[in-house]
């Protein structure tokens, strides 16, 4: 399972990603118990996310207006979605199909993404709102909801593909925090006996997947990572639930 930690974090990180979607599939394919396999996702996501997010907006990537608008209300959304227990078939069905649909969006619609064409700013009301909607997923689902927020800026023109990927980074540090915060004040933050050794592989695998993406990787690459990375998630967690 640390192998697969680590991939998945390198993976994930290369593209602005704490990779909890990707660390919940491993856990599920090994019967992690849901309570135990959010925590520990959301705490990879912390060291994850925040080296990818280091790396990113150290070289230049970070547009301000595309983080901290959504962060302003994600946070406290994203500590109510902490409280929050919903069944595993549920959790699992609500998060596949929003990973499937934004994977197939980021693959074969519009592929040259916002290049060439004026970037848009969101508006305040818009982006307050959004944050609101991703901070409870994020809560609920045990993930950062930058896997959210990113194909977001794409598909509506708001930024390019680093500019997502610096954003997205922060908004999962930060809302990964306020889940765990959330998680804590409800009783249901939980770690395994492999825990620290998950989180010290993931945060390796971060350090290295983001400096590939901020040095080597072309936008339009990312674009497509990002696409086949949502897909293979969803892929995992159908191997897990179907098996």
């Known amino acids: 399972m640390g192998g697969l930690v680590f991939s998945i974090a390198f993976l994930y990180a290369s593209v602005g990603f704490g990779g909890a979607s990707g660390y919940l599939a491993v856990m599920s394919l090994?019967?992690?118990?849901?309570?135990?396999?959010?925590?520990?996702?959301?705490?990879?996501n912390v060291v994850v996310a925040g080296a990818?997010?280091?790396?990113?907006?150290?070289?230049?990537?970070?547009?301000?207006?595309?983080?901290?608008?959504?962060?302003?209300t994600s946070?406290?959304?994203?500590?109510?979605?902490?409280?929050?227990?919903?069944?595993?078939?549920?959790?699992?069905?609500?998060?596949?199909?929003?990973?499937?649909y934004l994977g197939l969006r980021l693959l074969f619609a519009d592929n040259q993404g916002p290049s060439g064409r004026p970037l848009k700013t969101p508006s305040w009301s818009l982006a307050l709102t959004s944050g609101v909607i991703l901070g409870l997923l994020s809560g609920m689902l045990g993930i950062g909801g930058g896997i959210?927020?990113?194909?977001?800026?794409?598909?509506?023109?708001?930024?390019?593909?680093?500019?997502?990927a610096a954003s997205s980074a922060g908004f999962i540090l930060l809302n990964s925090v306020g889940g765990l915060a959330g998680r804590?004040?409800?009783?249901?933050?939980?770690?395994?006996?492999?825990?620290?050794?998950?989180?010290?592989?993931?945060?390796?695998?971060?350090?290295?997947?983001?400096?590939?993406?901020?040095?080597?990787?072309?936008?339009?690459?990312?674009?497509?990572?990002?696409?086949v990375v949502m897909l293979i998630a969803v892929a995992w967690f159908l191997v897990g639930w179907l098996g």
Do not use: C, M
Not at 58 to 69: A, I, K, S, T, V
Not at 80 to 100: D, E, M, R, W
């Open 30 to 44: 090994f019967e992690v118990p849901a309570p135990i396999a959010a925590s520990t996702a959301l705490s990879l």
């Open 52 to 72: 990818a997010f280091a790396n990113y907006a150290r070289h230049g990537h970070l547009r301000q207006r595309l983080l901290w608008p959504f962060v302003f």
């Open 75 to 100: 946070i406290p959304a994203a500590f109510l979605g902490g409280t929050l227990n919903i069944g595993q078939l549920t959790y699992q069905i609500l998060l596949n199909a929003v990973l499937f």
């Open 148 to 164: 959210f927020l990113s194909p977001l800026i794409l598909l509506a023109g708001w930024g390019d593909t680093k500019q997502a």
């Open 184 to 227: 804590a004040w409800s009783g249901t933050l939980q770690y395994g006996p492999l825990g620290g050794i998950l989180i010290l592989l993931g945060l390796a695998g971060g350090l290295a997947g983001s400096y590939l993406g901020v040095r080597y990787l072309s936008r339009q690459t990312i674009r497509r990572i990002l696409g």
